[in-house]
């Protein structure tokens, strides 16, 4: 099963929001429509009834990243269970698109589509896939981004556990802030250093006075 696919499902769809910047791009049945990609079957579901449902479980996969970024396992495990129960999978074996080099399928879990609509489609893979994730790899690879005031979810696929930003745009421009505020504090301990220097001096010439 494609884990890092299925989960990658719960990131895309909490990204849609920057709450810190004010910014929602969730607002029509299109934008919803380009959060299942390649899935356009499912996607051809989506009504303008599902803008508001994707929302609602968006605040809630939020939620999952905000416990775990917090390091409350149990709350984000509760959270995703609630999610998991509300939205439950359904499986099945698939082999379209995948064969061996024998031309026979290569036989996989896949999870199907919800027939009910669009968004419980959706939330099901999505809950399932960071399921998955959470599992095999860890409460504390589920992150949010530090680079305020960014704090977009993303995976730790990391080898060390070391990711700490969404994207490599938001490293840099976190380690040029930190940059700037290490000079601009040299620059205050080298002036706060002269200044002490030259009234040390002045104190000496007007004891010899």
Avoid at 82 to 93: A, D, G, T, Y
Avoid at 158 to 171: G, K, L, P, V, W
Wanted: net charge neutral; with cysteine.
């Amino acid at each position: 099963m494609e884990l890092a696919y299925y989960s990658d499902y719960a990131v895309r769809l909490v990204n849609s929001e920057e709450p810190a910047r004010g910014k929602d791009s969730l607002t029509s049945v299109e934008a919803v429509r380009d959060l299942f990609g390649a899935n356009s079957t499912a996607a051809r579901r989506t009504t303008d009834a599902d803008v508001t449902r994707f929302r609602s479980v968006r605040g809630r996969l939020r939620a999952v990243f905000e416990a775990a970024d917090k390091g409350d396992e149990t709350l984000a495990v509760d959270l995703l269970n609630s999610l998991l129960l509300e939205f439950p999978v359904s499986p099945q074996i698939s082999g379209h698109d995948f064969r061996d080099e024998d031309g026979r399928p290569l036989w996989h879990m896949h999870l199907a589509d919800h027939p009910s609509n669009a968004t419980a489609g959706y939330a099901a893979i999505a809950a399932m896939g960071l399921a998955f994730h959470l599992t095999e790899y860890g409460v504390d690879r589920l992150g949010l981004c530090e680079a305020a005031p960014c704090r977009n979810a993303y995976l730790d696929t990391s080898t060390n556990r070391s990711r700490r930003y969404c994207s490599d745009r938001c490293a840099t421009r976190a380690n040029v802030a930190a940059y700037r505020a290490r000079k601009r504090l040299e620059a205050d301990r080298s002036g706060s250093s002269g200044l002490a220097a030259e009234s040390a001096q002045r104190t000496s010439v007007s004891g010899e006075r």
